[in-house]
């Protein structure tokens, strides 16, 4: 299957500061990212849909002044988590489809963020 | 919007039994099934997928059924290891949505030696 990289796979930060996440198809061109938030022994929950060229589609109660995403190219999408809390600790992993539409969704191996 | 339920939430089986999670979906125009495994501290894994149009997938000791009348679909797995303890997740999509995935609350799967 496709490969789809997220880095760091951890990261401490301090609070106030803000922090960036980044996800890569390896080997195809992505045309649609999702970015999710976990928390420990819980399910994904969809923050935001990712388009290459256009805004991000933010799913409800999602900041997005908060949580701003950019896909810039067709095998990019960062994730900047601003002004970050500890409340804003968690499990953060990035997807990606072959194309818009395309049902099937490669997953990142995640980025677990601690804000202290 | 949709909706996934997924039962049970913990499944304990001994090696070489099997073992079985189900999950049903609101959304009739779903026509989009996977199921993940996730290993602690990583991201989720597609181990077999089903579309709306199949009724019955298998891939070596795992098989998915799919119900679309009933709306619920099952994920089967055979003579089960060790390692095949993890958290499994069924999702659901359908094309209203583009395709975003609605995840079931996930089943700790542990498998004991």
């Known amino acids: 299957g496709a490969v789809v990289s997220q880095h760091p796979s951890w990261v401490i930060c301090k609070s106030g500061t803000s922090v960036k996440i980044e996800c890569r198809s390896l080997?195809?061109?992505?045309?649609?990212m999702f970015w999710y938030r976990q928390f420990p022994k819980q399910s994904l929950m969809l923050m935001a849909t990712?388009?290459?060229?256009?805004?991000?589609?933010?799913e409800q109660g999602v900041e997005k002044d908060k949580f701003l995403i950019n896909h810039a190219s067709l095998t990019l999408s960062t994730l900047t988590v601003t002004s970050a809390h500890p409340e804003d600790s968690s499990f953060y992993i990035c997807s990606a489809t072959l194309s818009r539409g395309h049902t099937e969704a490669f997953f990142g191996q995640g980025t677990r963020l601690t804000v202290v | 919007g949709e909706n996934v339920e997924q039962h049970p939430s913990t499944l304990s089986v001994q090696e070489g039994d099997s073992a079985v999670i189900k999950c049903t979906y609101s959304?009739?125009?779903?026509?989009?099934f996977p199921w993940y495994k996730q290993e602690l501290g990583k991201g989720p894994q597609l181990i077999i997928d089903?579309?709306?149009?199949?009724g019955e997938k298998k891939d070596q000791r795992i098989a998915v059924t799919l119900n679309k009348t009933a709306k619920h679909f099952s994920l089967h797995i055979t003579e089960t290891q060790p390692e095949d303890s993890a958290v499994y997740f069924c999702a659901a999509s359908t094309p209203k949505s583009n395709y975003k995935l609605t995840f079931g609350k996930g089943t700790l799967l542990t498998v004991n030696p």
């Open positions: 990712s388009n290459e060229g256009s805004k991000a589609t933010y």
């Open positions: 959304d009739s125009a779903s026509n989009y």
């Open positions: 089903i579309r709306s149009n199949v």
């Open positions: 080997d195809f061109q992505a045309t649609t």
